[in-house]
C-alpha cells in the first residue's frame, strides 16, 4: 500500500526502514529512501508504522524466577 504519494512510498519500504532505523523521526525514513517530505500528509501514518515495528521489537526482560526446561 502506498503511504506516501508524493514520493511514492509503501508501507512495505517504510516497515523495513523503520525496522533498522537508529532514530525515530519521518525524516530518517525519508532520507533513507532517498527523498524528502513534501506536504507532509503521510508523517502520521509513517509514525505510526514505526510505532507498531518498535512495539514489535520490544525486548521482554527474562524473568528469573521461571524454572529452566532442564529443572523440569
Ligand atoms: S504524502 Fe508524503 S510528503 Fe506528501
Redesign the pocket.
Known amino acids: 500500500m502506498i ?5 511514492v ?1 509503501s508501507d512495505y519500504e517504510v516497515r523495513a526502514v523503520a525496522c533498522t532505523a537508529t532514530r525515530r523521526t519521518t525524516t530518517y525514513v ?1 532520507g533513507r529512501l532517498g527523498c524528502r ?7 502520521p501514518t ?1 509514525r505510526e508504522i514505526m510505532d507498531e515495528v518498535l512495539i514489535g521489537a520490544k525486548v521482554v526482560p527474562v524473568d528469573d524466577t521461571t524454572p529452566a526446561a532442564a529443572d523440569e
Open positions: 503511504v506516501c504519494s508524493c514520493n512510498l525519508y517530505a513534501r506536504c507532509g500528509r503521510c508523517a509513517i
